[in-house]
């Protein structure tokens, strides 16, 4: 199964080269999802007046999935096709997604993209070098105007799930007082430990809320990946609703492969997206699939599924 990471890492090496295949045969495909929409010659995805209503929803778009365009390719497409957002970028790449009138809903985590998800906050000694990225961080989305920052709990490696709480919300004691400052809020991901991230720590929904309660503050919060806790637990849409508080940003995926979210996966979006609208919730929610097929088409017919 694919992971972050791992496409990260592809996309470095890939670059832009075929950008334009983002938006190829989107004139079809999309004039049954998202309205009359059309490719251009430049790789971008119109919308005629007859396309759907927007989203209730706030709706992002995370960058590694579409790692073969570049932040400012993805940007003109993802506004476009009506999306606020693209997200888990970096500081350096803010200005391709502002210029186009979205924003960045949920930042990247400082630090080496090779080790900062099973390298996190339940280790104490990692407090000493993440305090300090965590604090720059909070300034620079700050200073940008976004609304969150994203982290990671680490890998267990024999560690046990009271003393992981612990640590971190030792950790995370230190950079909630800047962040309340800022209106930064610290979304912890909740990731699965059984296909795509073995180890790691914060992998369901009852160990998130209990290191939200602990930390003690409306500005740390937890990042509900509905893909990853499919495959932890199941029961999304009661999760959801027994735990909202506790959530301050929502992820997307098909189960299984983290795929396209249609009728070739066992998630009904729809439904999801209305309990969490129904929960009062109004942060965003971002497109984090793999698109298997034309990559804007797919993503337009996401975008559609989910704006309830």
Known sequence: MPTRREFVQRGAAVGGAIATLGAVGASSACASTAGAARATSDGHVTRSAT??????????????????????????????????????????????????????????????????????????????????????YIAKVSAAGFPNLICFSGNRDGLGDDEGIENCAKGLREIVPAAEKAGITICMELLNSKVNHPDYQCDHTAWGVKLVEK??????????????????????????????????????????????????????????????????????????????????????????????
């Open 51 to 136: 396309s759907a209503s927007a989203s209730a929803i706030k709706q992002s778009v995370c960058k590694w999935c579409f790692n073969e365009m570049t932040v400012d390719q993805l940007a003109a497409n993802a506004k476009r096709i009506g999306l606020k957002s693209v997200e888990l970028v970096d500081p350096t790449d803010y200005a391709d997604v502002t210029k186009h009138g979205l924003i960045v809903a949920m930042t990247n985590a400082p630090g080496d993209p090779r080790t900062r998800i099973p390298k996190g906050w339940n280790r104490v000694e990692n407090h000493g070098w993440l305090v300090p990225l965590y604090q720059d």
């Open 215 to 308: 930390v003690g503050s409306e500005r740390f919060k937890l990042l509900y990946d509905i893909y990853h806790m499919q495959i932890m637990e199941g029961d999304v849409i009661r999760t959801i609703k027994d735990n909202h508080r506790a959530i301050g940003h929502y992820h997307t995926g098909g189960n299984p492969g983290r795929h396209e979210i249609d009728e070739s996966q066992e998630l009904y979006y729809p439904a999801i997206m209305r309990a969490i609208q129904e929960t009062g919730f109004t942060g965003y929610v971002a497109q984090e699939f793999v698109p298997a097929k034309d990559p804007m088409t797919s993503l337009a017919d996401a975008y559609r599924r989910c704006a309830v």
